[in-house]
């Protein structure tokens, strides 16, 4: 099974500030899919972005965007002007594209975000 | 809406019992997904389907099983053979595809076993 690490157990932004959280992962395929997902204190689990691996271009929603190193297996999220909101886990996930686990995700271990004022 | 039920949110266990979380969704999704969620771990997979009447094992399924009468539901027994059951269990759906379609959630149960 293909391993997804997020490094950084907890981070800390500045409100209106920007936020890189990382994430690599080891694979052998050459298509597959990343994700991230955030789950707020309610613990309901919300899909952030996703990125195809054949498309090199970095996927962007909004205020969040990422960097996606293929050659270096790296998957990094990117949140601008940070807002209080935003305080979360985030959770990287990749995907295998032949549909391995019957396209279930893999997650890595997540990130706790703190926003403060 | 369309979307994801889970319930009990909160589920407790007296140790030797077996209980049974329940999963329903409206999305007319083909896939369905169980996930346990421990502290400072991610998101493991313990069963899915991806039809009706059949399911496979995923890393941690020891312990716990499943059934796939209908598409809509897909019920979560865990068992007295689960050795350490209390956790946060999370179920969730999406289409088949080799696309980028996402898995949307549910608001999870929180098992505690007393």
């Known amino acids: 099974a293909q391993t997804v690490t997020q490094s950084q157990p907890e981070m800390s932004v500045q409100e209106a500030e920007t936020v890189t959280l990382s994430c690599t992962y080891d694979?052998?395929?050459?298509?597959?899919?990343l994700f991230w997902y955030k789950q707020p204190p309610s613990r309901q689990m919300i899909l952030v972005i996703r990125?195809?691996?054949?498309?090199?271009q970095n996927a962007t929603e909004n205020r969040f965007s990422v960097n996606f190193q293929k050659a270096a297996k790296s998957f990094s999220l990117k949140i601008s002007d940070s807002q209080l909101g935003d305080a979360a886990m985030y959770f990287c996930?990749?995907?295998?594209?032949?549909?391995?686990?019957?396209?279930?995700?893999?997650f890595g271990k997540g990130t706790s975000l703190l926003v403060t004022p | 809406d369309g979307g994801i039920t889970q319930s009990p949110k909160y589920l407790f266990r007296k140790e030797g019992q077996n209980v049974t979380l329940s999963c329903e969704q409206n999305?007319?999704?083909?896939?369905m997904y169980w996930y346990r969620q421990d502290p400072g771990q991610g998101l493991r997979l313990i069963y899915y389907?991806?039809?009706?009447?059949?399911?496979q094992k995923g890393d941690i399924a020891e312990g716990y099983s499943v059934s796939r009468e209908k598409k809509e539901s897909f019920p979560l027994t865990v068992t007295s053979a689960q050795k350490n059951p209390t956790a946060f269990y999370l179920c969730?759906?999406?289409?088949?595809?080799?696309?980028?379609?996402?898995?949307?959630f549910g608001p999870g149960t929180r098992l505690t076993v007393l």
């Open positions: 969730a759906s999406s289409v088949i595809d080799k696309g980028l379609d996402e898995q949307f």
């Open positions: 694979t052998s395929e050459s298509d597959y899919y």
């Open positions: 990125q195809e691996a054949y498309k090199q």
């Open positions: 996930a990749y995907r295998s594209y032949f549909g391995d686990s019957g396209y279930a995700l893999n």
């Open positions: 999305l007319n999704h083909d896939a």
């Open positions: 389907s991806q039809i009706v009447n059949d399911f």
